[in-house]
């Protein structure tokens, strides 16, 4: 049975940081392509950040040079720092594993394996 297990949100000004973890058990990080996603309230849910096995990161454009997706294999966790935090970041945050072409358009998620989430609240 996998289970993807996020935390780290909060409650943070403007141009602060924040670090979410993803604890995955079930699966192995390090054999599948990660990725991160968000959802803010009335909207899609939008993938911002993914790794390959490889590894490789890409990013969304609203969010390139202030996140950075990583993995720590040994902890089977996958991580998301988050940089100058702006009010638009406000969503929940989600981890997946991610299949498909490796580009932000073209991943998609494993529908079974969502998890609980974490909410992310940029507000001065």
């Known amino acids: 049975q996998v289970s993807l297990v996020e935390s780290g949100g909060g409650l943070v000004r403007p141009g602060g940081s924040l670090r979410l973890s993803c604890a995955a058990s079930?699966?192995?990080?390090?054999?599948?392509?990660m990725g991160w996603y968000r959802q803010a309230p009335g909207k899609q849910r939008e993938l911002v950040a993914a790794?390959?096995?490889?590894?490789?990161?890409i990013y969304a454009d609203s969010v390139k040079g202030r996140f950075t997706i990583s993995r720590d294999s040994a902890k089977n966790t996958v991580y998301l720092q988050m940089n100058s935090l702006k009010p638009e970041d406000t969503a929940i945050y989600y981890c997946?594993?991610?299949?498909?072409?490796?580009?932000?358009?073209?991943?998609?998620?494993?529908?079974?394996?969502w998890g609980q989430g974490t909410q992310v609240t940029v507000s001065s």
């Open positions: 997946n594993v991610v299949s498909g072409t490796f580009t932000i358009a073209t991943l998609y998620p494993r529908a079974d394996y």
């Open positions: 790794i390959s096995m490889s590894p490789r990161t």
């Open positions: 079930g699966i192995s990080i390090r054999d599948n392509a």
